[in-house]
């Protein structure tokens, strides 16, 4: 007996010096993806490194990082690592709708247009920016609502329409007040990344309320007193041409919804129209913004043939468009169509980044938020659509396994960073007591 308590005591002793060893060398790194193709476009990578995050930055992105550095190690391997993708065209919060829109008198003209911000992480994105769904006087309920709640990352360009969208307003000058939105514009600054203008008097006749240029013009105002970018959803009309809007809009002003079917993108000779390489050479940028109307392949096929690709992907989600499903959607037709992988991760990540001034996002750079998706590329038949109810076949597909926003894995479906069931820690295969509905997950699974 007395030599069973000394062999016992003897194994205490050496349980509590590894126990202390393990203590004294703690593991480098919180996480480790091990093994990916890491394209990160900001630092001109390519190739198969390892990425290393502790206390939520990026640490290290190196070739062989040891495991036994790390507290997890997810293998990654025969997967893409990139830095988390931007969605700078998104809808959250219901714009500038009544929160009594269920009234049958307000629906009309007061659907929500948000959709949940987190549902983006479920395409590999931790930063979206909302576009123009609130105005000056409905900014503050989103911020509230849904921008200090999200996990994803979320910015937004404020509508020059003080009501924001869905509301009824958009049509009504009074409404376009250059001063309080750019004055809302610098009070946010930490979240408004520019002024958005959309839905302008689309295809009323003009009046002397209502004169063709007004939207975009006091939206200019407001980027120019504010100094921040615009965003243009616009309707052509024939006091309203496209190509004068390309002419006014300034270097770093965004067209969205690019590729839809109200511009002359390509002209009757099947060339793409001039235009669009006079705007790029100033500066201007051109934007996907995919939405329920606003992607037609007849112009976006022919532009790319012609070497015009847009310089940044995006969805357009809101509540209207759950055909386009996610920005890896998205990103698929343009990769289906030809455009290189790496060419399409920088237009879904440093490109936007640097179109919203926010040059820290959208790279893997050392020190930075550890915001990474890892994305997996497939090969086979897929169908992609367009809004004009049309098809393409395509041989690729990109979805996303896994997304993680500022360290921590907020998307992961098939598992990758989890342990098979049989292996479990003990508590998973406890019995909750009785009127304790918590399941008994791991302490390093995020609960939202
Ligand atoms: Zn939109």
């Not at 615009?230 to 004068?244: G, K, N, Q």
């Not at 936007?352 to 959208?362: D, Q, V, Y």
């Not at 597909?397 to 990758?416: E, K």
Request: glycine letters at 8%; hydrophobic letters at 45%; one cysteine or more.
């Amino acid at each position: 007996m007395n030599t069973l308590l000394k062999n016992l005591a003897m194994v205490s002793v050496t349980l509590a010096s590894s126990a202390l060893m393990v203590s004294q060398t703690p593991a480098r790194y919180d996480l480790l993806l091990k093994g990916g193709r890491v394209i990160d476009p900001a630092n001109h990578i390519d190739e198969v490194r390892d990425v290393a995050v502790s206390l939520g930055k990026i640490v290290a992105v190196e070739k062989n990082i040891p495991v036994d550095q790390a507290g997890k190690v997810v293998d990654v391997s025969k997967l893409y690592v990139t830095p988390g993708l931007i969605d700078i065209h998104y809808h959250v919060g219901h714009g500038g709708a009544p929160l009594n829109w269920f009234a049958p008198e307000a629906r009309a003209h007061a659907l929500p247009l948000g959709i949940p911000a987190d549902m983006a992480l479920q395409s590999g994105v931790t930063t979206i920016v909302d576009a123009g769904t609130a105005g000056a006087e409905t900014f503050l309920q989103e911020k509230e609502e849904v921008i200090d709640r999200a996990a994803v990352r979320v910015l937004a360009f404020l509508n020059i329409v003080s009501n924001g969208m869905g509301g009824g307003l958009e049509g009504s000058l009074d409404q376009m007040d250059v001063k309080l939105c750019a004055a809302t514009v610098s009070r946010y600054r930490d979240f408004i990344v520019g002024v958005k203008t959309a839905h302008y008097w689309t295809r009323e006749p003009w009046d002397p309320e209502h004169v063709p240029w007004a939207a975009v013009d006091r939206a200019i105002e407001c980027g120019t007193l504010a100094n921040v970018p615009v965003m243009f959803d616009f309707w052509p009309r024939p006091e309203r041409t496209y190509e004068e809007l390309l002419k006014k809009m300034r270097p770093g002003d965004i067209h969205t919804h690019v590729f839809a079917q109200q511009f002359p993108i390509i002209l009757a000779d099947g060339k793409v129209n001039p235009a669009l390489a006079e705007a790029r050479a100033r500066g201007v940028i051109f934007d996907v913004g995919h939405g329920a109307g606003s992607f037609w392949f007849r112009n976006a096929v022919p532009a790319f043939k012609q070497g015009f690709t847009p310089d940044s992907m995006s969805t357009d989600l809101h509540t209207g468009d759950y055909n386009v499903v996610s920005m890896t959607n998205v990103m698929s037709k343009f990769l289906a169509m030809g455009v290189p992988l790496d060419d399409v991760i920088r237009r879904s990540t440093v490109n936007p980044a640097a179109e919203i001034h926010r040059p820290e996002l959208g790279t893997l750079s050392v020190g930075k938020e550890a915001d990474i998706a890892v994305l997996e590329l497939s090969k086979g038949d897929f169908g992609y659509i367009d809004c004009g109810v049309a098809r393409m076949n395509g041989k690729v597909q990109l979805s996303a396994r896994m997304t993680i926003r500022a360290g921590r894995i907020l998307y992961d479906p098939s598992g990758l960073s989890m342990v098979e069931w049989e292996k479990a820690r003990p508590q998973y295969f406890n019995i909750p007591g009785l009127g304790d509905s918590l399941p008994a997950r791991t302490d390093d699974y995020p609960r939202n």
